[in-house]
Antibody, heavy 116, light 113 residues
Framework: QVQLQQSGAELAKPGSSVKISCKAS????????ISWIKQTTGQGLEYIGY????????YYNEKFKGKATLTVDKSSSTAFMQLSSLTPEDTAVYYC?????????WGQGTLVTVSS | DVVMTQTPVSLSLAIGQPASISCKSS???????????LSWILQRPGQSPKRLIY???KLDSGVPDRFSGSGSETEFTLKISRVEAEDLGVYYC??????????FGSGTKLEIK
């Protein structure tokens, strides 16, 4: 069965970076892109962008350019998102989801807390 | 960006009652390919979102047929014919027609009386 297993919760200091992983199983990794979504209580669900798991090509929502960096490791069927220059506004649950238009499958989410 | 407006913000219903959630978009969601990329997801407490419906009215595998989706252009509705306890959570609509500018509604919280 299709699964997207995300890495565990992160506690980070302002100004630092974190790298979240999303390991896919149950399907051919390079057949689907991986999208990333941010969820906060205040802003709800926001689309960060996606990565083409075959070519490594990326798209970033304007709001997340310079904040998020998406990469993949095809050998381990894992997608990564690095968040840099963290501020308290980056505190959120981050989800990976399979595909571009459908999001039929979601990871379990990774809580990132930014606090000094 | 396309703004997705959901109403009501919350619903409190007894088991067996019907539910209806509205989702309106600020622009038509009909894609140039003729499809309408409007989906509904449910986020149960403490869980990640789960897609229920895609392309306005197509139920995902395993989704009970008490759920249905309808609508066109800018107005869409999710209906539950008879609410069950497992249906509690927050329902979101979202659009992918205007990819890569994907946007989500603000959510409707369903509580069980």
């Amino acid at each position: 069965q299709v699964q997207l297993q995300q890495s565990g919760a992160e506690l980070a200091k302002p100004g630092s970076s974190v790298k979240i992983s999303c390991k896919a199983s149950g399907y051919t990794f390079t057949s689907y892109d991986i999208s990333w979504i941010k969820q906060t209580t205040g802003q709800g669900l926001e689309y960060i962008g996606y990565i083409n798991t075959g070519s490594g090509g990326t798209y970033y929502n304007e709001k997340f350019k310079g904040k998020a960096t998406l990469t993949v490791d095809k050998s381990s069927s894992t997608a990564f998102m690095q968040l840099s220059s963290l501020t308290p506004e980056d505190t959120a649950v981050y989800y990976c989801a399979r595909g571009l238009l459908g999001f039929a499958y979601w990871g379990q989410g990774t809580l990132v807390t930014v606090s000094s | 960006d396309v703004v997705m407006t959901q109403t009501p913000v919350s619903l409190s219903l007894a088991i067996g009652q019907p539910a209806s959630i509205s989702c309106k978009s600020s622009q038509s969601l009909v894609h140039s390919d003729g499809k309408t990329y409007l989906s509904w997801i449910l986020q149960r407490p403490g869980q990640s979102p789960k897609r229920l419906i895609y392309l306005v009215s197509k139920l995902d595998s395993g989704v009970p047929d008490r759920f249905s989706g309808s609508g066109s252009e800018t107005e869409f509705t999710l209906k539950i014919s008879r609410v069950e306890a497992e249906d509690l959570g927050v329902y979101y609509c979202w659009q992918a027609t205007h990819f890569p500018q994907l946007t989500f509604g603000s959510g409707t919280k369903l509580e069980i009386k």
